[in-house]
């Protein structure tokens, strides 16, 4: 019983992790339609 | 329930800006980003008398409404665009009684715009010291403005200046400069255009698109309308320029007197020495090496109580929660996750200590001034100087901190470069390595092992700036090189901004770095703790046949090291075994590698695990160091070797490990090309070098 | 021939006269690098670039490149 309950938790804590590293390192960067590049550089390449 | 004053806090850099703020808000404060850019937000919350409140926003410092980096140039997207729900109800300009006439400038603009205006005349306290005397009513009468006199070093004008803010509606909204008479043809025929456009407002949106980016302009369209050639509006912006200073000049005249016998000037005496050509540089470097020092010294008695904490947590949480998988993964994968991540907060927040200090007393601009030529030639810029000395914390706010480097390609290459700084991270790994196989001995009253250590910082440096110089030949940006820096009055530094900025920048290490190891480093304890095959699950039996007449403990620590050897990470490290063992490692190096993604000084403890030294005795450095020294081949030749330790040194000088920089670079360039190039590009020296040197060595 | 900052001297002091105008940023019009406004040179780095300059009041570094943009009409003080 105990096993199971501690499984499920490592399950979802990991879960939360791995969904959190994706979103990081795999989502699109969010287009800024703000700012259209000038003269000087503003970031966006 | 009374609504929120929307407050706008305007002013040039170094007038105190931020002081006035802290004493506005206190610590109701929180620092954001505005959406798409990465320009920090700042905005706080300020009770005025009788229950109101005011929201209040710290905008970037400016000379102008002229914007020519991105985050002057939030502050005319804000001014220009009422619907913003942070426009304000009144702008609180802050100027700095030295520099009244330069700040007056911005005032003047802002007037324009038909905002409800005060005028701050921040750091009253040196009016005397100066000699500078101000008639308040009459420059209150000509700038149709009230004004405050601060001091945020006395604590003195605030309550006035709520005051003021609470009456917004009493101020004057009359302009200060007819813009017409900058060009009256062109302004006639842009009113009859735009009949219901305010003629400012409209020359702002014109001339943004001259100066830098496009400002939204939901509200007009100018497409219709022909406007005049680029250097035409430049140098009618350069006649508005000289016919707000006219005004300004003649406002002056009359209500400000500066009798420069009373004034006694220390930055002068100070400027000599400091910026001298061969003393500057001596003194700077004698400060650099005091802080290394001391950071060094201070931070390891914080951090030793820190290690020792977090290590009796872990215990107390396996002993106190009942045995399981989830207590394991608390202990182990979330605790000692956070533990990495405290341990260096004592360092990071002493180097800030310094760095805020140097800042606020104005000296960081000398030494701008002084490096600048230097930088120059590796592509670098003066203002580059902070980046590169934070890198020796911890790269991440660092490469945060060249957002105010103008300059597009000077400031990639700074985020570029500034991994190859000999960082925190690093240190727990050189210093296992070097106790490990640098001999013992002394060269110039210096042990071998010291100079060992103080060389990879050099090396650490040499090769940013190196790298530098390749890049800057090879990238074929295009970029304006403008570069500007303001030589503020040497000030006693005030420690209130000191310790608010060490608090902001210790929270961003935190958060942003440490999310992103306790992520990897719960993946890494699901990787190190679970593996395919009958060798990782009968671990237990296996290992207890193998060895019948050891204790439990011993029994136990075999057992983490089976497991750990017959895990996914096993399988990964034993999977890449053939690929370093040219570097001279084997498959054991190879997990504490793969875990290093996490966190670099990780690889300790890995270690540790590895070679069943039990969690206890890991605080031990010699029984690791020990075990390690143990460690052999198949065929018996030792593993760490003086080759293969100096080989495991470079790697982790110039591998990109941290994922965290990673994210952090891809956040302030916007794209993933750049942390891939520097992934990539980083990883390969660090191969290549480890490799040669280990073969050359060995 | 022309005088521009870049000439000047540690110590030395000018008054502007011209300013090319297309290349120099506005950002240093707006700090006060005006017609007619004085300039004295503080101190230099090696190579003399950056100046440390105080116009008009104003304490600023520029580097070299910008400076040669500057028309002074040198002030003879002595």
């Known amino acids: 019983m105990n096993n199971t309950f501690q499984t499920i938790l490592v399950i979802i804590t990991v879960g939360f992790a791995v969904l959190f590293l994706v979103k990081k390192f795999l989502w699109k960067p969010r287009k800024n339609s703000n700012n259209s590049c000038g003269k000087d550089d503003c970031g966006c390449h | 329930m009374s609504k929120q004053i929307n407050v706008a806090l305007i002013g040039n850099p170094n007038t105190g800006k931020t002081s006035v703020f802290n004493a506005l808000t206190g610590l109701n404060q929180k620092v954001g980003n505005y959406p798409g850019i990465t320009v920090e937000k700042k905005e706080g919350l300020c009770k005025l008398p009788r229950g109101v409140k005011a929201h209040i926003i710290d905008l970037p410092g400016t000379y102008s409404l002229n914007a020519s980096s991105i985050d002057e140039n939030v502050v005319i997207e804000l001014l220009l665009n009422k619907n913003d729900k942070d426009f304000p109800d009144v702008a609180v300009l802050i100027s700095d009684v030295e520099n009244l006439k330069r700040n007056l400038l911005l005032f003047t603009q802002i007037k324009d715009l038909k905002i409800p205006t005060i005028l701050v005349i921040n750091m009253a306290d040196r009016m005397n010291r100066k000699g500078i005397s101000i008639n308040i009513p009459l420059l209150e009468q000509r700038l149709n403005t009230i004004i405050a006199l601060v001091s945020t070093r006395k604590n003195e004008g605030i309550q006035y200046l709520k005051d003021l803010i609470k009456n917004y509606k009493e101020l004057s909204l009359k302009p200060c400069l007819d813009t017409s008479t900058i060009d009256v043809e062109y302004f006639k025929n842009l009113n009859n255009a735009f009949p219901n456009q305010d003629l400012f407002k409209l020359w702002l949106v014109i001339t943004q698109d001259v100066n830098f980016g496009n400002v939204e302009r939901q509200e007009i369209d100018l497409s219709q309308f022909k406007t005049k050639s680029h250097s035409e509006l430049k140098r009618l912006q350069q006649k508005e320029t000289i016919k707000r200073y006219q005004f300004i000049n003649a406002v002056l005249k009359e209500g400000q007197t500066i009798d420069t016998s009373k004034a006694t000037g220390f930055r ?106 230097v930088m120059r030639r590796f592509g670098l810029s003066g ?97 304006k090189s403008f570069f500007v820096i303001e030589m503020p009055s040497y000030k006693i530094p005030l420690l209130k901004n000191v310790a608010i900025t060490v608090v902001e920048k210790t929270k961003t290490f935190v958060f942003e770095a440490g999310r992103i190891i306790l992520a990897i480093s719960v993946v890494l304890w699901v990787l190190a703790s679970y593996g395919p095959g009958k060798s990782f699950t009968n671990a237990e039996t296996i290992v207890r046949s193998e060895n019948p007449s050891l204790n439990t403990i011993e029994l136990e620590d075999k057992i983490a090291a089976h497991k750990l050897e017959y895990s996914y990470i096993g399988i990964i490290g034993k999977g890449i075994e053939p690929v370093i ?118 | 021939m022309v005088f521009t900052i870049a000439d000047l001297k540690k110590g030395e002091r000018g008054v502007i006269t011209n300013i090319s105008s297309d290349n120099i940023p506005l950002k240093l019009l707006e700090m006060g690098c005006l017609p007619g406004n004085t300039v004295e040179l503080i101190q230099v780095a090696p190579f003399a670039d950056p100046m440390y300059l105080d116009i008009n009041g104003c304490h600023l570094a520029i580097r070299k490149e910008t400076a040669a943009l500057i028309v002074i009409e040198k002030e003879l003080n002595e």
């Open chain 2, 383 to 479: 203002k580059s100087v902070v980046p590169l000395i934070s890198g020796t914390a911890c790269a991440i706010p660092a490469i945060m901190a060249t957002r105010n480097i103008e300059n597009w390609k000077e400031r990639l290459i700074t985020i570029l470069v500034t991994p190859f700084i000999t960082c925190s991270a690093r240190l727990p790994v050189y210093l296992i390595i070097i106790a490990l196989v640098i001999p013992e001995g002394r060269l110039l009253g210096l042990s071998y092992q010291a100079l060992t250590l103080m060389l990879l910082y050099l090396i650490g440096f040499g090769m940013s700036v190196f790298s530098a110089y390749i890049l800057n030949k090879v990238l074929k940006t295009k970029s």
């Open chain 2, 581 to 698: 063992k040219p570097l001279g490692y084997d498959w054991k190096i190879g997990i504490a590698l793969v875990t290093s993604f996490a966190a670099r000084e990780v690889f300790v403890g890995t270690l540790a695990t590895i070679y069943s030294v039990g969690s206890a005795d890991a605080e031990q450095d010699d029984t690791i160091k020990n075990q390690m020294a143990a460690e052999v081949y198949p065929n018996g030749n030792k593993i760490f070797t003086l080759a293969s330790g100096i080989s495991l040194l470079l790697f982790y000088a110039f591998a990109m490990q941290c994922m965290s920089t990673l994210a952090i670079v891809k956040r302030e360039t916007n794209t993933w090309k750049w942390p891939m190039i520097q992934l990539f590009g980083m990883s390969s020296i660090a191969y290549i070098v480890a490799l040669i040197t280990f073969q050359l060595l060995k």
């Open chain 2, 268 to 373: 002068a005496k100070f400027d000599r020495i400091l910026t001298h050509k061969v003393w500057g540089y001596v003194i700077f470097f004698i400060i650099l090496l005091t802080i290394f020092q001391a950071i060094y010294d201070w931070a390891s008695v914080p951090m030793d109580f820190i290690d020792a904490s977090f290590a009796s947590l872990s215990d107390w949480i396996k002993n106190t929660f009942s045995s399981g998988v989830f207590t394991d993964l608390l202990a182990e994968g979330i605790v000692a996750g956070i533990g990495g991540i405290v341990i260096f907060i004592p360092q990071i927040a002493f180097l800030f200590l310094f760095i805020s200090v140097l800042e606020e007393s104005g000296y960081m601009s000398r030494v701008v001034f002084l490096m600048d030529r």
